[in-house]
């Protein structure tokens, strides 16, 4: 930002001085002044988007009238603290007879009352999912933040392994667009089963360039987010899942996560747009995630022969 700002100082020097030179010629003059006057525009838009991130990134909602009750599943109210102690809160959502169980990290809007759909597609396959809401989404405690969203899911997966006594080797990170680069981040720095990231960016400077390709993304940043390179920390098998129809992450950002990965890894294209992309492909999302649920049991079971 320092760049940014100091950069408008400079040309805000130059025009003034080309209108102390020029200021008795009148094209000349008018000529500077649409240019002072489009360089004020793009600065105040620049100076609107710098302050303005953390409400286009975080879209939280508050208020979760519908549980997993509403779909007929039994599940646990879930409170926990974080690292800097605030309480979360979450829901797990057990499956008759589980093997493995999923660590949802959910996207940027809403809360995880948003992603009953996903919850009911994972209990289906077999799978207890244990969803949470970030600080300031739904019941949760304290304003969002990048560090926090990490502290969140760290606190997250703690719960599961210190709490539920559930083995790392037994849990599936699973997150979705933001929840994605997330749930990458925590499978970069705890032993897990494997990572599923569905719908991500490479980073949060890539994506805020693809939305403001005329802006200088990379000096006001105020997010890193850099998905690419947490993936590259992964040593467990990695699934990616994107739409070629994705309208607010590009499919060629899935392409490049996928590229940058370690084996064992698998990528999934869908169709649909970014949120109802899941939805949308029906059994093929369903059968992928079948296909990849019986390579990790056999990934155990090679394992487990490997190490008798």
Request: charge should be negative; proline fraction near 4%.
């Amino acid at each position: 930002m320092f760049k940014f700002i100091l950069s408008i100082f400079l040309i805000s020097v130059w025009i003034v001085d080309l209108i102390h030179r020029y200021k008795t010629n009148g094209i000349r003059a008018v000529l500077i002044s649409i240019i002072t006057v489009l360089f004020i525009a793009y600065s105040g838009l620049g100076l609107i988007l710098y302050f303005m991130q953390p409400t286009f990134l975080y879209s939280p909602v508050r208020d979760v009238p519908y549980t997993p009750e509403a779909l007929g599943l039994d599940f646990e109210q879930v409170d926990f603290k974080t690292a800097d102690d605030l309480k979360l809160t979450g829901w797990y959502v057990p499956a008759e007879n589980a093997e493995l169980t999923i660590l949802f990290c959910h996207g940027n809007g809403g809360n995880m009352m948003h992603c009953l759909d996903s919850i009911n597609i994972f209990y289906n396959l077999g799978l207890n999912c244990f969803i949470f809401d970030y600080r300031g989404y739904g019941s949760s405690e304290g304003k969002p933040c990048e560090e926090g969203t990490y502290l969140d899911a760290a606190a997250a997966y703690d719960w599961l392994t210190k709490e539920k006594k559930i083995s790392p080797d037994k849990i599936i990170i699973f997150g979705r667009s933001l929840g994605g680069s997330i749930a990458a981040y925590l499978a970069g720095n705890v032993p897990a089963k494997a990572l599923v990231v569905e719908s991500t960016f490479t980073s949060y400077i890539d994506i805020g360039s693809k939305f403001y390709p005329y802006m200088p993304v990379r000096w006001f940043a105020r997010f890193s987010y850099k998905t690419i390179d947490y993936i590259k920390k992964v040593n467990c098998p990695v699934m990616f899942v994107h739409s070629r129809n994705d309208e607010l992450v590009p499919f060629e950002f899935g392409m490049e996560l996928y590229e940058a990965a370690n084996e064992p890894k698998e990528f999934i294209e869908i169709s649909g747009t970014h949120n109802d992309g899941f939805l949308i492909s029906g059994e093929i999302y369903k059968k992928a995630w079948e296909k990849w649920l019986e390579f990790l049991k056999q990934d155990s079971a090679a394992k487990s022969q490997k190490a008798s």
